[in-house]
């Protein structure tokens, strides 16, 4: 299972749910990886922590070769570390994502991930993508390459406007590169219950016969702490409600995903 975490708006959450679900993915013992495209590395600190910049071989690395920029070429699973977290897996981003980019694109090497994680899926039970905040060519190549995409929305007007946007882009995704893209659906996140503008947005959602997952992650300082510990919240808070509504969330995927075996067998 290839999932993308993905948003065109910043500051939706698409790197605390990806590390948080992967988490979770790997405490159930599934061996689960994670891709960390963006290039402000968030998903690469709050796994392997600061030395992950030290690291020779990452995301970029990965690219880079494709463009015959370096000797020989390697397997994905070379650009792959592990965690301090059992069957936790991350290949870290690099900021030399941003300096390859428009080379990658002008030769075309938008189907080289999805090639990669063909592979990578036989020995990756999970594999999780984080995506920059943009619809640039690695937020394509993500989501040629997934089997589904996890939508974050932090109910904003303005999210609503991009959610739009985002759908018709997902489809014609669909149409000209992958059309087995499943929309798993949309994550409420940073939830407060006491707001009256998330729930008139979420209530429009539902009626507009949009996927909103029953799950709502509130919002709360425990990510916070979560994050500048480097540590996930199923290690750090496995009780907390926040930790819980993760949890829940996860087994509604998984639900998913079961469905959609069930259906292609």
Do not use: W
């Not at 708006?9 to 790197?15: A, D, E, Q, R």
């Not at 979770?24 to 968030?42: C, E, H, R, W, Y």
């Not at 029953?214 to 409600?241: F, G, W």
């Amino acid at each position: 299972m290839k999932r993308v975490i993905f948003n065109q708006k910043g500051g939706v959450g698409k790197t605390s749910i990806s590390c948080n679900l992967a988490a979770i993915s790997a405490s159930k013992g599934f061996k689960t990886l994670v891709i960390d495209l963006d290039i402000q590395g968030n998903s690469s600190e709050y796994l392997l922590g600061e030395q992950y910049r030290t690291l020779e071989d990452n995301a970029a690395d990965f690219f880079k070769q494709k463009l015959s920029l370096f000797g020989k070429a390697k397997e994905a699973g070379d650009f792959i570390y592990q965690t301090e977290f059992e069957n936790l897996f991350v290949m870290p981003s690099n900021p030399e994502l941003a300096v390859i980019e428009r080379e990658l694109e002008s030769r075309h090497k938008i189907y080289k991930l999805r090639d990669a994680l063909n592979k990578l899926e036989s020995e990756y039970e999970h594999i999780y993508i984080d995506t920059p905040p943009a619809l640039n060519f690695y937020s394509r190549s993500a989501l040629i390459a997934a089997d589904t995409l996890v939508i974050p929305f932090d109910c904003d007007s303005f999210s609503k406007v991009a959610l739009i946007g985002l759908l018709e882009t997902v489809e014609e995704i669909r149409e000209d590169h992958n059309p087995e893209l499943g929309l798993d659906g949309i994550v409420v996140n940073q939830f407060q219950t006491q707001a009256k503008l998330p729930q008139q947005l979420i209530a429009e959602m539902i009626e507009e016969g949009l996927p909103v997952f029953d799950q709502y992650l509130s919002s709360s300082v425990k990510m916070k702490e979560s994050r500048s510990q480097q540590t996930p919240l199923i290690y750090l808070a496995p009780s907390h409600k926040l930790t819980q509504q993760l949890c829940a969330l996860h087994d509604s995927l998984g639900e998913l995903m079961e469905a959609r075996r069930a259906k292609s067998a």
